[in-house]
């Protein structure tokens, strides 16, 4: 890989094919996966099970959209390292509130608001 | 001439392999993956330290914003057939997809039109409680956002026959960055749709 990923791709015909057809791969994946999620949160789960489903295939989504509309499959090493440094960053900060929330969801007679399962649009707001 | 002004805009540099484009593209997606990251962690404070927290289908449509993700996840498809037109010197076809994928924007934000509507006519606002006032932050930001990559796409689409008069080459990179540009937004809808509507 010693030219851009569009410039080498620009003359090779038989290339862009290759891609269109992954395209295609990629749009029936995210379709049926996304049809899927639906039809799981009509199952009304546990919400443990139910927040680990939903995100599990919201990530999965997220990848094949990554990899292969953005081309992260065979992009360049400059662009990957910014991206695994943002990675970090973008967790550490996801993590943030929930490790300074840890004495509360350890603690078993804290009511975390996962467990509503409250039907109301009654406000959360006290 | 802009060749000189700024560097490396069609041609990859030599020690990063990439044009400086798509350095920039790379690092404003960074910047916005915080920007996104931390409403994503405020929906985490606000949820798990809730008494109460409702579920997204008691309050909002979940059929429309299925169709939604469709609409979006489908623009996602025609704009890298967009640019791989473009790839094949298929000018024709390459405005058809990106017209496509500009209508494509047009449909997501008269859906979320509608949804909005249906919120504020039933007196659902932002003030009324906290899930509501992360819903409308999280998918005002990224209505913002997508209205922006409309944007940019449309002038790609007016600008077109110019560019590819002169330099069909950087159109070819500019039409790429405003794609993961485009694929970022749909990212963020993929999380979005199911912590705000399914759970």
Redesign the interface.
């Known amino acids: 890989?010693s030219?851009?990923h569009?410039?080498r791709?620009?003359h090779d015909?038989a290339e862009?094919d290759r891609?269109?057809r992954t395209?295609?791969m990629?749009?029936a994946t995210?379709?049926v996966l996304?049809?899927v999620?639906?039809a799981?949160?009509y199952l009304h789960l546990e919400?443990h099970e139910?927040?680990a489903i939903?995100?599990l295939?919201?990530t999965v989504?997220?990848s094949l959209?990554?990899l292969f509309?953005?081309h992260l499959v065979s992009e360049?090493?400059?662009?990957l390292s910014?991206?695994a440094?943002?990675?970090f960053?973008?967790v550490a900060?996801?993590l943030?509130?929930?490790v300074t929330?840890l004495d509360?969801?350890t603690t078993a007679d804290m009511?975390?608001?996962?467990t509503?399962?409250?039907?109301?649009?009654?406000?959360?707001?006290? | 001439m802009s060749q000189e002004l700024i560097p490396y805009i069609t041609e990859a540099r030599p020690d990063t392999g990439l044009t400086n484009g798509k350095i920039g593209i790379w690092c404003f997606l960074a910047s916005e993956v915080m920007l996104f990251g931390a409403f994503f962690a405020s929906y985490i404070v606000l949820r798990t330290t809730a008494t109460e927290w409702p579920h997204g289908s008691s309050i909002l449509n979940v059929p429309l914003a299925t169709v939604n993700t469709i609409v979006l996840i489908t623009s996602s498809v025609t704009m890298v057939m967009a640019w791989a037109s473009l790839m094949r010197n298929d000018f024709g076809k390459y405005r058809m997809f990106l017209g496509a994928t500009v209508l494509l924007g047009f449909c997501f934000l008269g859906i979320k039109y509608v949804e909005y509507s249906a919120k504020f006519e039933h007196h659902l606002l932002p003030s009324t409680n906290n899930f509501l006032a992360i819903y409308f932050i999280m998918t005002g930001l990224h209505g913002l956002h997508v209205i922006g990559g409309m944007i940019t796409n449309a002038y790609f689409l007016v600008a077109a026959p110019s560019y590819w008069d002169h330099d069909r080459a950087l159109l070819g990179h500019r039409v790429e960055y405003s794609g993961l540009f485009w694929h970022f937004v749909d990212l963020v809808w993929i999380f979005l749709f199911p912590i705000l509507y399914l759970l």
């Open positions: 890989m030219d851009t569009a410039a791709a620009a015909p862009i891609h269109v395209y295609i990629v749009f995210l379709m996304t049809l999620t639906v799981v949160s919400i139910a927040v939903a995100l295939i919201a989504k997220a959209v990554a509309f953005m360049r090493q400059v662009v910014i991206l440094l943002t990675g960053f973008a900060l996801l943030l509130p929930v929330n509360h969801i009511p975390v608001g996962a509503a399962g409250a039907h109301s649009s009654e406000s959360a707001h006290h």
